[in-house]
């Protein structure tokens, strides 16, 4: 990796329009309006930045890290986080798009999901213990041998969990969401 420094400074929209980034470490930068499709993350460190309203569909991200980043108002779409640098892995999604996502075996603790749009994203063998989905739309995706201990789930919606497949203790779901949790047996309840 080069040894590209940036420090404390906002991309915006017209920063990013040449689809140009620099390999190197980014530190507590900000990414506004930037569509990245056609960039490759891979191997660049992210430290304590902010992308919002950006689009990062597909986009490379092998041995990319992410610590302590901020994903709001972004598309996220078929990203395979299993692909990342797991040192130091951290970041939050707020009104975020992350359909066909994979988080295949990771470790995502008290990781925020806040008004995702979730469709069939792969979470099998994840570790999402004390990690909050909060109005989320989760149709499709896959929850399989994942931890989900202490996981929050209220107010999130059109999600299929197995709890015979799946650590659920203290998990926490409304009343909707743990009727969910019955749809393999085919139960009517009136």
Do not use: W
């Amino acid at each position: 990796m080069s040894a590209n420094f940036i420090e404390g400074k906002t991309f915006s929209k017209a920063d990013l329009a040449e689809n140009v980034l620099l390999k190197g470490e980014y530190d507590n930068c900000t990414f506004q309006d930037g569509d990245f499709t056609t960039i490759d993350f891979s191997g660049i460190k992210f430290n304590e930045c902010e992308f919002e309203n950006c689009n990062l569909t597909m986009i490379p991200i092998l041995k990319t890290a992410f610590c302590k980043i901020r994903f709001k108002n972004c598309k996220l779409l078929g990203l395979r986080f299993e692909m990342c640098n797991p040192f130091g892995l951290e970041f939050s999604f707020e009104n975020c798009n992350l359909s066909h996502a994979t988080f295949f075996n990771m470790s995502l603790k008290k990781t925020v999901f806040i008004q995702c749009k979730i469709l069939e994203a792969d979470f099998s063998k994840a570790n999402l213990q004390s990690a909050k989905f909060s109005e989320c739309d989760l149709s499709g995706s896959t929850f399989m041998e994942t931890n989900l201990e202490q996981c929050d789930f209220r107010n999130s919606y059109n999600f299929t969990i197995d709890p015979e497949q799946n650590r659920m203790k203290k998990a926490r779901f409304d009343s909707v969401g743990a009727l969910r949790l019955l749809d393999k047996y085919q139960l009517v309840v009136e």
